[in-house]
């Protein structure tokens, strides 16, 4: 079975701060893993994804994950925030025998303060 | 190349009726897949079709069924609609069916609310 957790329901930073939105999951088989951004009444954009190759990915928007095997993590982070950044944020895995359906976590809002 | 989409946008039905959403698929995508978000929720898998075949399916109930076409477009047939159905339901398309890594891609969902 697979499952995330995302920890936080709602983050809000300073523009220019650093951004850290966190997600751990639980996978028995070698997990892919992907963080969406969703956009108030839109659909899920994909920020970027691990399949097992490089351990930090670089996404779209600047914002980056590394994945942890020894603890079970795979954090979004981006250097610098910028107000089109607030969104809502979901981190989510898959695995090759799952028939691609994805497990998504409950998501994480972003705020950005002026 | 064309994105997903999905109509309606919105749809308003009332308790005890049936409701049929509609996907059109990226060019190039032959599987399909579709969620159900409640609202302040994360998506939950609801079924997955590859090449017109039903290819995985989440924990939700036969009254929840689903078609795709030859040209991969894919419906969502919802009967017997319950006040909990209401929710943003999203398509996403994706080359590869089962074992696949290629990334899922998106519509902007139908809101569907039940009255």
């Known amino acids: 079975a697979q499952s995330v957790t995302q920890l936080g329901s709602h983050v809000s930073v300073s523009e220019g701060a650093l951004v850290l939105l966190r997600c751990n999951y639980s996978?028995?088989?070698?997990?892919?893993l992907f963080w969406y951004v969703q956009y108030p009444n839109q659909g899920l954009q994909l920020l970027l994804k691990y399949t097992s190759a490089a351990t930090l990915v670089k996404g779209i928007n600047g914002f980056e994950a590394e994945f942890k095997k020894s603890e079970t993590s795979f954090h979004l982070t981006k250097p610098s925030a910028h107000m089109r950044d607030a969104a809502e944020y979901f981190c989510?895995?898959?695995?090759?025998?799952?028939?691609?359906?994805?497990?998504f976590g409950s998501g994480t809002r972003l705020s950005i303060r002026p | 190349e064309t994105g997903v989409t999905q109509s309606p946008t919105h749809l308003i039905k009332t308790r005890g009726q049936q409701v049929t959403l509609r996907c059109s698929s990226q060019s190039g995508h032959n599987t399909v897949s579709w969620y159900q978000q409640a609202l302040g929720q994360g998506p939950q898998f609801i079924f997955q079709?590859?090449?017109?075949?039903?290819?995985g399916r989440g924990n939700f109930p036969p009254r929840f069924s689903g078609l795709q076409f030859p040209n991969y477009s894919s419906e969502l047939n919802v009967n017997a609609l319950e006040l909990d159905d209401s929710a943003l339901y999203l398509c996403a398309s994706s080359l590869g069916g089962t074992g696949s890594n290629q990334p899922q891609h998106f519509g902007d969902g139908t809101r569907l609310s039940i009255l």
């Open positions: 079709y590859y090449r017109e075949e039903e290819n």
């Open positions: 996978s028995s088989v070698p997990p892919y």
């Open positions: 989510a895995v898959s695995g090759p025998s799952s028939a691609s359906k994805i497990i």
